[in-house]
């Protein structure tokens, strides 16, 4: 059974640092693809970013280039997620997400096909 | 920048079928997921690639893609299909979620 538990949410004042978690079992964790996606508050979902599984290719979102890092350990099976100079506009609920079979190439990448529980990010003074 | 636009909300009555529609420009020409999430749940994957439903997710549940606008159709809606739903593609190394519907059964 896949899980994905996430870790490292809480309340960081604005313009702080986050470092999120996310250790995962049940499925060979190098052979895929994985991503991170927020939820605002009674909000839709948005996409973070997302590393292939070699970590050779990262892609992000406009709203996080150049605060927020993607990276992975392959040999611990776990999934980070680097934020710097946190907004208010940040605060959501953070979901860590195992992409599908196959690789990312052209530009896109397999569907998100399980999704962690989630761990929530406040940003406010 | 590129964009995914679904209807706010959708209704329908128990037994009836639900369409949930998803538009982009040339959306035809990429592949769409859709998502289910019911609250304070995380999202479920009930369609990808256009049309193919994972394992567990039943075949009441079907998409289409063409032109403009993605589709996903909800046949002989149950209490338990009431959730949101977000279509998503991906367009210039970037992926994109639409605003999400929600779907009410009545």
């Known amino acids: 059974e896949v899980q994905l538990l996430e870790s490292g949410g809480g309340l960081v004042q604005p313009g702080g640092s986050l470092r999120l978690s996310c250790a995962a079992s049940?499925?060979?964790?190098?052979?895929?693809?994985m991503s991170w996606v927020r939820q605002a508050p009674g909000k839709g979902l948005e996409w973070v970013s997302t590393i292939s599984r070699n970590s050779g290719t990262t892609y992000y979102a406009d709203s996080v280039t150049g605060r927020f890092t993607i990276s992975r350990d392959n040999s611990e099976s776990t999934l980070f997620l680097l934020m710097n100079n946190l907004r208010a506009e940040d605060t959501a609920v953070y979901y860590c997400?195992?992409?599908?079979?196959?690789?990312?190439?052209?530009?896109?990448?397999?569907?998100?096909?399980?999704w962690g529980q989630g761990t929530l990010v406040t940003v406010s003074s | 920048s590129y964009e995914l636009t679904q209807p706010p909300s959708v209704s329908a009555s128990p037994g009836q079928t639900a369409s949930i529609t998803c538009s982009g420009d040339r959306l035809g020409d990429k592949y769409v997921s859709w998502y289910q999430q019911k609250p304070g749940q995380s999202p479920v994957l009930v369609i990808y690639q256009d049309r193919k439903r994972p394992s567990g997710i039943p075949e009441r549940f079907s998409g289409s893609n063409s032109g403009n606008t993605a589709t996903l159709t909800i046949s002989g809606t149950q209490s338990m299909d009431e959730a949101d739903y977000y279509c998503q593609a991906w367009d210039s190394s970037t992926a994109l979620f639409g605003g999400g519907t929600k779907l009410t059964v009545l």
């Open positions: 997400a195992k992409v599908g079979s196959g690789s990312c190439s052209g530009g896109s990448c397999p569907p998100i096909d399980y």
């Open positions: 049940g499925f060979t964790f190098s052979s895929y693809g």
